[in-house]
């Protein structure tokens, strides 16, 4: 396989790595760089907090989910009390992975290469031939080893693998109010992750998946073409007119922490009118939008059925919520990089309305969607460019003349302004520096 | 032992023709040819994670009625459909051709197997899986109403599926 990676001849620090992001530049050796990959996995992925699931993917007790932080192997797993848990997928023996499916329900996770046995709470229950370990050999002290920190914002988990740092609410910050959006898009506050999920690889690194209002026009223009074809088909529902215009209403954020997203709360209210039109159309639709007004109040209801569920936010530096889907980013390697896309169901409504939700995802994600693999495809793209490093930087200065700051502290610009990856940069710079 | 007809046998040939003929405007990328192999309603149904599921329920790969199709082919053909610019190159062979419930004056289900090879930029892909189609005679010729593709990988990450498979 050719692979599109650089090894720097000296190795690189942390604090050498950070000088890659200038402000209003970014060198792309931080894309290409296997040192940068090792420290972003050291100090990203394995202190930084990572999603790893929905409560609702674990509905009961023995479900099990096989998921990764970075590269690290994990099960998140309801246990027999109900609590959910993250374990690493690795027997405390000699290491091989216990749980070699990707999901299903269990009372027990059994390692095959010698038989010891955990339950779903992640206690060692048995050990084979037990009597060739002596009373130093302490087996309560031997359960599968959980995730050092999990934490749970409205079914969403979360787990860090550092002791300390910020509580989850803290490390979400501004973005917790944009996960409530695609929460509250159901009228009884619940979303069911069992839809499946459309998996998709591409050769570039993670930080290329990111939030960016400038691409749509070049990136999407077949789409676009479609859309404006027929109005009501896929996505196009949602995106009248042209959200991605310059002058637009929609814009960027930068919500702090790294989180970032395209806020396209004016632009949806303002076709809010032609979109819940639709919207009746749809079977169940009518008793969507009245249980939703009944459920938030009118203006609230509004905001939420304009939005249909899309929050459109990066949540640094594993997850995205992207219309209906709840998306996860794996970087496998620099160049590499797998993106999982799950869409949602929205708890409360008719089959037929979430099944319209999940044709409009299959129009444009998924790995034979009109949208995401002309993302992939210039990804790699990006990729394949900055492996000529000879004026090695990459411009991330667009919209610095006309952003400005809200009073909650998030950075506000055009929805083509580059406002996101100097977001999502400034906290990768606090991060790969800290030691 | 079966014995079968001249009957028979010039129906089975007739649907392989049906079949050989879709995969060779498949892999040129002979869109509107293609298209016009298919009957006015149609379903055209690439599951994901599983052969078997509830496609109101859960998400597929590709779930196209006539409507989805006609605009994922118009996409196709515009200019800026990046990934499939340059397109993939494309042999596919189908094999196992089996005549389920089929009727030569009506039509019915066939089942099949391919091995579909892609190269596009300097990648090269093994597509390979299971096809169930439901032709019916229309003017004297088998159309395509439904054609259900079980890819072996459709659980696993994937690259670009933009081509029609």
Same mark, same amino acid.
């Given at each position: 396989?050719?692979?599109?990676?650089?090894?720097?001849?000296?190795?690189?620090?942390?604090?050498?790595?950070?000088?890659?992001?200038?402000?209003?530049?970014?060198?792309?050796?931080?894309?290409?760089?296997?040192?940068?990959?090792?420290?972003?996995?050291?100090?990203?992925?394995?202190?930084?907090?990572?999603?790893?699931?929905?409560?609702?993917?674990?509905?009961?007790?023995?479900?099990?989910?096989?998921?990764?932080?970075?590269?690290?192997?994990?099960?998140?797993?309801?246990?027999?009390?109900?609590?959910?848990?993250?374990?690493?997928?690795?027997?405390?023996?000699?290491?091989?992975?216990?749980?070699?499916?990707?999901?299903?329900?269990?009372?027990?996770?059994?390692?095959?290469?010698?038989?010891?046995?955990?339950?779903?709470?992640?206690?060692?229950?048995?050990?084979?031939?037990?009597?060739?370990?002596?009373?130093?050999?302490?087996?309560?002290?031997?359960?599968?080893?959980?995730?050092?920190?999990?934490?749970?914002?409205?079914?969403?988990?979360?787990?860090?693998?550092?002791?300390?740092?910020?509580?989850?609410?803290?490390? =979400? &910050? *501004?973005?917790? !109010? $944009?996960? #409530? +959006?695609?929460?509250?898009?159901?009228?009884?506050? /619940?979303?069911?992750?069992?839809?499946?999920?459309?998996?998709?690889?591409?050769?570039?690194?993670?930080?290329?998946?990111?939030?960016?209002?400038?691409?749509?026009?070049?990136?999407?223009?077949?789409?676009?073409?479609?859309?404006?074809?027929?109005?009501?088909?896929?996505?196009?529902?949602?995106?009248?007119?042209?959200?991605?215009?310059?002058?637009?209403?929609?814009?960027?954020?930068? =919500? &702090? *922490?790294?989180? !970032? $997203?395209? #806020? +396209?709360?004016?632009?949806?209210?303002?076709?809010? /009118?032609?979109?819940?039109?639709?919207?009746?159309?749809?079977?169940?639709?009518?008793?969507?939008?009245?249980?939703?007004?009944?459920?938030?109040?009118?203006?609230?209801?509004?905001?939420?059925?304009?939005?249909?569920?899309?929050?459109?936010?990066?949540?640094?530096?594993?997850?995205?919520?992207?219309?209906?889907?709840?998306?996860?980013?794996?970087?496998?390697?620099?160049?590499?990089?797998?993106?999982?896309?799950?869409?949602?169901?929205?708890?409360?409504?008719?089959?037929?309305?979430?099944?319209?939700?999940?044709?409009?995802?299959?129009?444009?994600?998924?790995?034979?969607?009109?949208?995401?693999?002309?993302?992939?495809?210039?990804?790699?793209?990006?990729?394949?460019?900055?492996?000529?490093?000879?004026?090695?930087?990459?411009?991330?200065?667009?919209?610095?003349?006309?952003?400005?700051?809200?009073?909650?502290?998030?950075?506000?610009?055009?929805?083509?302004?580059?406002?996101?990856?100097?977001?999502?940069?400034?906290?990768?710079?606090?991060?790969?520096?800290?030691? | 032992?079966?014995?079968?007809?001249?009957?028979?046998?010039?129906?089975?040939?007739?649907?392989?023709?049906?079949?050989?003929?879709?995969?060779?405007?498949?892999?040129?990328?002979?869109?509107?040819?293609?298209?016009?192999?298919?009957?006015?309603?149609?379903?055209?149904?690439?599951?994901?994670?599983?052969?078997?599921?509830?496609?109101?329920?859960?998400?597929?790969?590709?779930?196209?009625?006539?409507?989805?199709?006609?605009?994922?082919?118009?996409?196709?053909?515009?200019?800026?459909?990046?990934?499939?610019?340059?397109?993939?190159?494309?042999?596919?062979?189908?094999?196992?051709?089996?005549?389920?419930?089929?009727?030569?004056?009506?039509?019915?289900?066939?089942?099949?197997?391919?091995?579909?090879?892609?190269?596009?930029?300097?990648?090269?892909?093994?597509?390979?899986?299971?096809?169930?189609?439901?032709?019916?005679?229309?003017?004297?010729?088998?159309?395509?109403?439904?054609?259900?593709?079980?890819?072996?990988?459709?659980?696993?990450?994937?690259?670009?599926?933009?081509?029609?498979?």
């Amino acid at each position: 396989m050719i692979r599109y990676q650089s090894h720097s001849s000296a190795t690189l620090s942390g604090k050498e790595i950070g000088l890659l992001y200038e402000g209003t530049r970014v060198h792309s050796r931080a894309y290409t760089d296997s040192t940068v990959y090792e420290i972003e996995m050291e100090r990203i992925f394995s202190r930084g907090w990572l999603y790893i699931g929905h409560t609702s993917e674990v509905a009961t007790p023995g479900d099990f989910r096989v998921r990764k932080m970075g590269r690290q192997p994990v099960i998140m797993i309801r246990g027999r009390d109900d609590a959910v848990r993250v374990f690493m997928n690795r027997c405390r023996h000699r290491g091989a992975a216990v749980c070699e499916v990707e999901s299903g329900n269990t009372k027990f996770l059994r390692c095959w290469y010698h038989g010891w046995i955990y339950d779903t709470v992640g206690k060692l229950v048995e050990v084979t031939q037990r009597e060739a370990y002596g009373p130093e050999f302490n087996q309560d002290a031997m359960g599968l080893t959980p995730a050092t920190r999990v934490e749970i914002y409205r079914g969403f988990v979360f787990a860090s693998l550092a002791t300390t740092g910020p509580t989850l609410r803290e490390h =979400l &910050g *501004n973005a917790a !109010a $944009m996960i #409530d +959006l695609m929460v509250e898009a159901s009228p009884i506050g /619940e979303l069911a992750v069992d839809a499946g999920a459309h998996k998709t690889v591409y050769r570039g690194n993670w930080k290329l998946v990111g939030m960016d209002g400038y691409h749509p026009n070049f990136v999407h223009a077949s789409v676009i073409a479609a859309w404006q074809r027929k109005q009501d088909s896929g996505m196009g529902a949602t995106h009248r007119d042209d959200p991605f215009d310059d002058k637009a209403a929609s814009r960027t954020r930068d =919500l &702090g *922490n790294g989180h !970032a $997203m395209l #806020d +396209l709360t004016a632009q949806r209210l303002a076709h809010y /009118e032609v979109y819940t039109k639709f919207l009746r159309s749809v079977p169940g639709g009518p008793e969507y939008m009245e249980a939703m007004q009944k459920r938030y109040g009118e203006e609230r209801a509004k905001l939420l059925i304009a939005l249909a569920g899309d929050p459109h936010v990066g949540v640094f530096p594993n997850m995205q919520l992207i219309n209906n889907q709840i998306r996860i980013m794996n970087p496998v390697a620099p160049d590499e990089t797998e993106v999982i896309m799950f869409p949602v169901r929205l708890g409360g409504v008719s089959d037929a309305m979430n099944a319209v939700r999940i044709r409009q995802h299959e129009s444009f994600y998924g790995p034979a969607g009109a949208g995401s693999p002309d993302d992939a495809e210039i990804f790699e793209r990006a990729q394949r460019g900055m492996m000529a490093q000879v004026d090695g930087w990459i411009d991330l200065s667009r919209g610095l003349n006309r952003e400005e700051r809200e009073p909650d502290g998030s950075i506000v610009g055009r929805i083509t302004d580059e406002v996101p990856q100097r977001g999502q940069f400034k906290r990768w710079r606090e991060m790969v520096s800290a030691d | 032992m079966t014995v079968y007809s001249i009957e028979r046998l010039a129906l089975i040939r007739e649907v392989e023709d049906a079949l050989y003929r879709e995969a060779e405007l498949a892999d040129a990328h002979a869109y509107d040819e293609w298209l016009a192999l298919w009957t006015k309603e149609v379903l055209y149904w690439v599951p994901c994670n599983n052969d078997d599921i509830d496609p109101m329920r859960q998400v597929s790969l590709i779930y196209d009625d006539r409507d989805r199709l006609e605009e994922r082919l118009f996409r196709l053909k515009t200019k800026h459909a990046h990934s499939q610019n340059p397109r993939s190159r494309l042999i596919r062979t189908v094999s196992n051709i089996c005549l389920q419930d089929f009727d030569a004056a009506t039509g019915g289900t066939v089942t099949s197997r391919f091995v579909l090879g892609e190269v596009r930029l300097e990648r090269q892909t093994e597509w390979i899986g299971r096809m169930k189609h439901v032709l019916v005679r229309d003017n004297g010729q088998f159309k395509i109403r439904e054609k259900r593709v079980f890819l072996v990988n459709n659980d696993i990450p994937m690259g670009n599926l933009t081509f029609v498979i």
